[in-house]
């Protein structure tokens, strides 16, 4: 959700002013909204290095005071959402309100009945949300603007990186040695990804053996394509003085669209 849902009449009546005031909050442009997107974006980058700096850590009694004091924002934003979306229950459906449900489940359950480690790993998905702080940043930094594919890039290798490194985590860490910590995952995931494969550490089981190859695959394909398009974006951004096609081939010498002729600033190669 990056704008304001076109078509859309709140109705009378104290939902209908709750539901206005709430649309001001999150697709406004004054000060009061710009205060509070960016104090969502914060929250949003805050609460990820959170959930990636405990999962190396055991149990302790203040990961779980902490879990709930993140949950009760988390959730006021999930119902926010809800109440703003123009199609209640194709938001819901979505895959990135689905993943934020299940870190808001996540939060509240080990304080009722125990703190189930591998529930910390399912919060990894809270890089799902990585792309509405995207949206946000798009609408706002002229750098990510330029910069837009790259970002995106990073965010998709990110979430791809973190969401096989907890499926192998959660899958393995009570039938196999090798993998003790979620630091074993990561250092499996990604000599996996990477087709380093030094062997010292290998998944049991058939489920294990199937998840490894599937990652290898993912590794020669997806993998380096994600990262060729960091460092070597497929398509620059530079706009056409005729037309105003804003992405070109980095070596274009006319405009495919208006068949202009192009100056796009190169390395000479």
Same mark, same amino acid.
């Given at each position: 959700?990056?704008?304001?849902?076109?078509?859309?009449?709140?109705?009378?009546?104290?939902? $209908?002013?709750?539901?206005?005031?709430?649309?001001?909050?999150?697709?406004?442009?004054?000060?009061? #909204?710009?205060?509070?997107?960016?104090?969502? &974006?914060?929250?949003?980058?805050?609460?990820?290095?959170?959930?990636?700096?405990?999962?190396?850590?055991? %149990? /302790?009694?203040?990961?779980?005071?902490?879990?709930?004091?993140?949950?009760?924002?988390?959730?006021?934003?999930? /119902?926010?959402?809800?109440?703003?979306?123009?199609?209640?229950?194709?938001?819901?459906?979505? +895959?990135?309100?689905?993943?934020?449900?299940?870190?808001?489940? #996540?939060?509240?359950? *080990?304080?009722?009945?125990?703190?189930?480690?591998?529930?910390?790993?399912?919060? /990894?998905?809270?890089?799902?949300?990585?792309?509405?702080?995207?949206?946000? &940043?798009?609408?706002? #930094?002229?750098?990510?603007?330029?910069?837009?594919?790259?970002?995106?890039?990073?965010?998709?290798?990110?979430?791809?990186?973190?969401?096989?490194?907890?499926?192998?985590?959660?899958?393995?860490?009570?039938?196999?040695?090798?993998? %003790?910590?979620?630091? %074993?995952?990561?250092? +499996?995931?990604?000599?996996?990804?990477?087709?380093?494969?030094?062997?010292?550490?290998?998944?049991? $089981?058939? +489920?294990?053996?199937?998840?490894?190859?599937?990652?290898?695959?993912?590794?020669?394909?997806?993998?380096?394509?994600?990262?060729?398009?960091? +460092?070597?974006? /497929?398509?620059?951004?530079?706009?056409?003085?005729?037309?105003?096609?804003?992405?070109?081939? *980095? %070596?274009?010498?006319?405009?495919?669209?208006?068949?202009?002729?192009?100056?796009?600033?190169?390395?000479?190669?």
């Amino acid at each position: 959700m990056t704008g304001e849902p076109a078509g859309t009449v709140d109705g009378p009546g104290a939902f $209908g002013r709750l539901r206005s005031w709430l649309r001001g909050l999150y697709f406004g442009s004054n000060q009061r #909204s710009a205060l509070f997107q960016y104090g969502l &974006l914060a929250f949003d980058v805050v609460t990820i290095l959170f959930f990636l700096v405990v999962s190396f850590i055991h %149990d /302790a009694p203040w990961i779980l005071v902490i879990d709930l004091l993140i949950a009760i924002p988390l959730t006021l934003d999930f /119902a926010a959402r809800v109440i703003i979306s123009a199609r209640p229950v194709r938001h819901l459906a979505h +895959f990135v309100t689905i993943a934020d449900l299940i870190v808001i489940v #996540s939060l509240i359950i *080990p304080a009722l009945t125990g703190n189930f480690a591998f529930l910390r790993i399912l919060r /990894a998905i809270r890089l799902l949300r990585s792309y509405h702080v995207l949206g946000m &940043l798009r609408r706002t #930094s002229p750098w990510v603007q330029r910069n837009e594919e790259v970002v995106q890039s990073v965010i998709n290798l990110l979430v791809f990186i973190f969401i096989c490194t907890a499926i192998v985590y959660v899958s393995q860490q009570q039938r196999n040695p090798a993998i %003790d910590n979620y630091v %074993d995952a990561l250092y +499996f995931t990604i000599t996996t990804l990477t087709t380093t494969g030094f062997g010292d550490i290998t998944l049991v $089981g058939d +489920f294990g053996r199937l998840l490894a190859v599937l990652i290898m695959i993912f590794g020669i394909s997806l993998f380096i394509r994600l990262v060729q398009t960091i +460092f070597r974006p /497929a398509k620059v951004r530079y706009e056409c003085g005729k037309c105003g096609l804003l992405r070109h081939d *980095p %070596d274009a010498v006319h405009c495919k669209h208006c068949g202009r002729v192009l100056n796009i600033p190169n390395e000479g190669d």
